[in-house]
């Protein structure tokens, strides 16, 4: 893993320094020092393992009282999103292969009984699909393992993603009136802002549509498990890739769309220079001319921070991310 730090020391352009190398060039508060060392131990980095380092060491309280207990309430959401996503599932199976409802309510599937008639019922689903019980477990086991974070369609209470996009799509929509009704320094970022959320979430979901899929094609995806268990995974991986790093940004708008005019500017400011771009190849040839139009947006204003010498680092910005962060969790 690498570490980039655009601005380091006032210069233009930006360092790539190894992971372990961090505590070599840098300072570390005792926080810090803490999370480096829970995601140097990672397996493998995506946006799933890192957020799981962050809210194991915020629930610790090296982040202060805030950021712990909203790490803890964080942490039990998971949970529950687990729980109900492999519920949900499993309801959606059954309606799709027996053309009935799950007759199990989810306060029933924490008993015993409730989870031997769960049983019960992918063992009749397994014999329909010609598979052996236990593969069908397994099978189904791993299915809600995936998509723990994402759930199934139409489920009374989403998962986190769905939650994330519904957030971005409220954080869009005002960010874009913003952009329309006011006069200051940020008013064609802001709608740029607006547009690369609206095209974000456009992206993630032409994915969840195909994830979708493999839901209502249960039968399909249990039987050839073992390739659309890896599509079904790679799916729910590009949309947690595409939604990284947004929920620091609608935080921070959340948490300063009462401030006076003049700061809620320089936030919008804040937020343009952090946006989270899609990767060219992740874009279907509809998008890609728009998307050039957002970097070339971005690399105009980058460049002209640069000639006015302000490719230091940002303190001020810095410590209004550091307030928020926790609103983020």
Known sequence: MEVLVPGLSGSQGVYVIPWRGLRDMFKMTVHDRALHEEIEGLEEATPQSVRGAVLNVAAGGLAGPKAREAALIAQQKEEDDKLR????LIGAVVENLSGSALQVTLNEVATEEGQREVRNILNRIADHLGLPASTMHDRMDAWAGVIANIGVPNMPNKCRVRRAMDSIQTFSETIGIWGDQTFTANKDNGRVINSIAFETLGV???????????????????????????????????????????????????????????????????????????????????????????????????????????????LDAMLRLEKTKYRAL
């Open 85 to 88: 996503a492999g519920f949900h």
């Open 204 to 314: 993630i979901n032409t994915y969840l549509a195909t994830l979708d899929k493999f839901t209502e094609m249960s039968g399909d995806t249990l039987k050839n498990w073992p390739k659309a268990g890896e599509n079904v995974a790679a799916l729910a991986q590009k949309a947690e890739w595409l939604l990284d790093g947004w929920d620091s940004l609608v935080a921070l708008w959340d948490s300063s769309v009462d401030e006076p005019a003049h700061v809620l500017d320089t936030v919008v400011g804040d937020i343009f220079r952090l946006l989270p771009l899609a990767p060219r190849d992740e874009l279907d040839t509809r998008r890609r001319e728009r998307w050039a139009e957002f970097e070339k947006s971005i690399n105009m204003a980058q460049k002209n921070a640069e000639r006015k010498g302000s490719s230091s680092i940002d």
